[in-house]
């Protein structure tokens, strides 16, 4: 439960990059949440609401894609759903999780 | 606009400036994770009594509030600080930057960092350490593991603790094989009680080779 942290973090990336880019009002914010992040969704949709409302990006739409997560074999470059590491169902070989910690700001839109 | 940023790069880039310095010192760094209550700080004390003679040691020790774990590792011959994170759920890389530098004796071989007892949150912030243990204790649910992926899914080793009560409290231990070969199937698994001392020594011995394999390079 650090939702707020990790919401001021996001704005600020988010902040900066529209500045930059000479705006000053942000209307759309997207980010990237893996299921393995520790990051809960919601919790994370009602720090938006709260901490954006001090900034450039107050009432901006929010939007958040989860990723689920996936593992990789490394034998035999088989993928599959799920966050056990465990041996390849198919080949028995080594294999990593390749999807699921992502916590990413993705994109922006700027007024 | 595409931005596709690590929200978590502050965290990365202190992580790594850490783990540079680690590395030139030739320190191992161990981050000790679990539930509030599963045993870290026992497993600590008897881990510290026993390490002490041999090692120069320092802890590093997250709690919401108060310092009765630094209180209750001090006297092992340790260098112990304590951070209080105020409400915080995990310890991030800045926090154990400036906890590094309250420690006098920077010439360590091993600096443990007890992590705030938490499933979720420490998991996700990397605090340049070598190696990542989870603890559970067998007073919790045997499938913990897979509950609690983010965390038991990046650990290189569990720590099975208070197994000395193991029967009382109706501990099944192939359930918890199961969950661990679900969740972290490639993590070393160690079994062992603090208060009895059953399976310390296997611990010990892995630590101290880590430390060996740290110094050699």
């Known amino acids: 439960m650090h939702e707020v942290g990790i919401m001021n973090d996001i704005l600020e990336i988010a902040v900066d990059a529209a500045k930059n880019a000479g705006g000053s009002k942000i209307s759309a914010l997207r980010v990237r949440v893996g299921e393995l992040s520790g990051v809960v969704p919601d919790a994370l949709s009602f720090a938006f609401d709260v901490v954006a409302s001090s900034t450039i990006a107050a009432g901006a739409t929010f939007t958040i894609d989860t990723v689920e997560a996936t593992c990789l074999c490394t034998e035999c470059g088989k993928e599959r759903i799920g966050a056990s590491p465990a041996a390849c169902p198919d080949c028995g070989g080594r294999s990593i999780i390749s999807n699921g910690y992502e916590l990413l700001v993705s994109s922006i839109e700027v007024d | ?217």
């Open chain 2, 1 to 217: 606009m595409a931005i596709e940023k690590a929200v978590l790069g502050k965290n990365q880039a202190a992580a790594d400036r850490l783990r540079d310095r680690y590395l030139r010192s030739k320190t191992l760094v161990i981050n000790i994770m679990s539930s509030p209550g599963s045993g870290k700080t026992a497993l600590l004390e008897k881990t510290l009594a026993q390490l002490g003679a041999s090692f120069r040691t320092a802890v590093i020790v997250g709690d919401l509030a108060t310092d009765n774990d630094a209180r209750r590792l001090s006297g092992h011959g340790a260098e112990i600080v304590q951070v209080t994170t105020g409400g915080y759920c995990h310890l991030d890389a800045g926090m154990v930057t400036k906890a590094i530098d309250e420690i006098a004796g920077q010439d360590l071989d091993i600096l443990i960092i007890e992590n705030v007892g938490n499933l979720v949150c420490p998991s996700a912030f990397d605090l340049g350490e070598d190696l990542r243990i989870g603890l559970l204790s067998v007073t919790e649910g045997e499938d913990k593991p897979v509950k609690y992926p983010s965390l038991f899914s990046r650990v290189e080793a569990v720590v099975i603790s208070k197994i000395d009560i193991a029967d009382v409290v109706g501990w099944s231990r192939p359930d918890a094989i199961a969950a661990l070969a679900v969740a972290a199937p490639r993590a070393k698994v160690f079994e062992l009680s603090s208060r009895s001392g059953t399976g310390m020594d296997a611990w010990i011995a892995w630590i101290s080779e880590r430390i060996a394999d740290k110094k050699a390079g």
